[in-house]
Structures are given as C-alpha cells and as structure tokens.
C-alpha cells in the first residue's frame, strides 16, 4: 500500500477533520463540485493524532502498478498468469507492532448521517477454511458497538458464512478471524474476489499479482494477516447473533437492519505512524474494485472455456457488477450463455465486437436477445438480458 502512496497524486488535506462524517461530506462535496476526486491524504485526523487517513487509493491505474499489470491489456496478463498457476507465500514478521487498547484507538469511520454508527468497511477478513485447509478473504461490513466488540454481516451466499456455519455446527462456540487494513493491495482484489472455495486466497492474491506475499509468522489459533498491513485485528466470530444497520451501500441506499454474527476483538496491532486506508461505499474505489475482480474472473472463465474474447468490462455507473460488456470478434449465442450462467448477479450482459461503443453498435447493428429469470434471495425480481450484436450490414461512413 505504502509503495503505491508513493506513486498515487496525493491531495493533502492538512486542516483537522473528523472521521465522524467530515471526511465522507468533505469527499461528496468535492465529487459534486467537479464530477470526480483524486486520492486524499487526511494528515490531522480529530482524536487520532497518530493516524493519517487515506482514500480513494484503489483506483483502476494505481491498482494494475500495484499488482504489476500494463494499463492496456491486463486482462490477458492476468488469465496467463492464473493458466500458469504460480504463487509464493511465505511467512516474515509483522511490521504491526505497537499494541492498542482497542477499537477506540483507530480512526474507523461513520460514513452517512443515517448510519446506525461507525463501521468497518475497508477491513479485510480473514478465516481458516479447515474443509480445504487454506485461507479465506472477504469485505465484509461490520458495526463497532463498542472498543472490543463489532457485529459482522456475512450474507448467507458467501464462502465466510459457508465456512462459520460448518464450524458451529461443529461444535464450537467461536471461529478465529483477522482483519487488517493496509498491506498489498493484491489482497483487497483477492478478499473482493468471488475466489473458487477450494481455493486459498492468498495464493490467488501471490498469483494475480505475479510476485511474493508475505505473512505475519504470528501462530496460535489467529489466521495470518500480510506482514506489511498497518493495522491488525485479531478476534473471534460468536455464535450469537445482534443488530446491526441502517448502513449506506454501494447501491446509494440504506440497507435494512440484520441479525448478525457478534465478534469479539481480542487484540489491535498498528505500525508505527500507521495509515488507516479508508473505502467510501458506492464511491469510486469500492466500485474499482467491484468492477475489477468482476472483469478479471469472467474473462477468465470465457478464455478458459475457449471463447475468442478481447475484453470484458463491468461500468463503474452500473456498480460495477450488474452490467457486463463483452468484447470478442465472433460473438455468438453460445459465448452469451456462457457469460449469463458464469455471474448470475449482472442483469445484462451486451457480447459485441466493441464494448467501446456498446450504444453506437445497438443503434447501428442488428441484435438478438435472450431472457432468463432473475432470481434473488429464492424470489423472482425479473428477467435477465443478455444481447448479441450482429453486424450483418457493411456501412459507408462519413467522413466528417
């Protein structure tokens, strides 16, 4: 993370700010005075004299130089690097090392005025997976209700939830987890991934990112953070169940309160003068990385499956998963229905020759279209699109 500060255009806001809504209304002010914003370095933070607070760090370029990708073409680099398959991870010591009394001593932030309170929402979570013996990463949102206490929700169709229900129902009354804020940032697109269960997903983050990943050598019951995280949560996950929410989503709307996992922080590690990266949900770094891991997982899966497939891109304007545009020079029903059945999130999916001008191809070309249910939470909601753009007609164009 810190190497990617280094190249990232940093806006320095040097004048003292809260966490408590000043930074977020800071950020949705200057998004609405000039359309986008660049990646901020909060230098004073209110209450936290020894934490500087980073956002918007996780756009698309800084992203690909950090995981070592050409800004053109990445996504062939990264299905050849997956094809091939090699990883290095390997255990060093951990750069967190002064101790803190708890949650209270970190910047964590309330982020809307209808926020039922402070939450995590850049941490990322780590569990053992003891079915497949490897680690799990995921973002998970999670609501601090007090200095040694947050309640975490895990939506019931991730591997995280998959894996606490295996280990209740085993038995045990709590599941080790760590979270860590900071460090590669080959493991903010891996946690944002949706990683194969089988799969561990710090190998996956060492595979994409074509170098090395070192862990924290800590033992003991706590899953490993990377070495070079700036803050470190060590806990357990209860199999007790609170509230949590009103929170602001990335979809721009407050979710619906939940009865959730409680977990207990046990111990909180930060590097000295650490950075507290900090993600605004619905804004431009979360839907980066939303969009990102969506684009490199479908390609993939297309390329795999043998497709002639240029690009892939899921729009930022569409949150980066409910709009798929995919790129080959022989599109086909077949290569449609393989895109469709791959992500059953995105609620169109457009296969043309040039996902540059997606609109332009419609207005111009014949297309076919296909439907299939929509289905969310066991319900139906409506029908999915899927469209292929035919270009049966050779056209003269104008030269001005």
Known sequence: MRSTMQNAKLFVVDEPMSPDLEMTRFISEWIKKYGEYPTFLFSQVQGFPQFKIVMNLLKRPLLLESLRLPQENYLQVLHERLHEGKSEVR????????????????????????????????????????????????????LIKDSKRCVIFMDPRTDAHRILRAQWASGKKDVPITLFIGGPLSTYVSGASNVPYDKDSYEYASCISGSPLVLDERGGEYPPAPAEAEVVFRGRVLNELDEEAPFGEFKGYYSKATQSPVMEIDEVFCRPNPHFLGLFCGKESGLTLMSLQNELLMYNHLRSRGFAVENVANPLN?????????????????????????????????????IQRTLAELAIHDFDVSSIPYVKREQRRGDRLGLIVRRTEEFRWVEY
Not at 331 to 340: G, Q, Y
């Open 91 to 142: 255990r060093g010591e951990s750069l967190a090392t002064q101790r803190l009394a708890g949650l209270d001593q970190v910047p964590i932030m309330t982020h809307q005025p209808g926020d039922v309170g402070r939450y995590f929402t850049s941490a990322v979570a780590c569990l053992h997976n003891p079915e497949k013996g490897g680690y799990n990463l995921g973002f998970y949102r999670a």
């Open 318 to 354: 569409s949150f980066g998963e409910f709009l798929t545009l995919v790129q080959s020079p022989e599109p086909n029903k077949e290569l449609l229905d393989a895109a469709m059945q791959f992500d059953k999130r995105t609620k169109i999916v457009v296969v043309s020759q040039d």
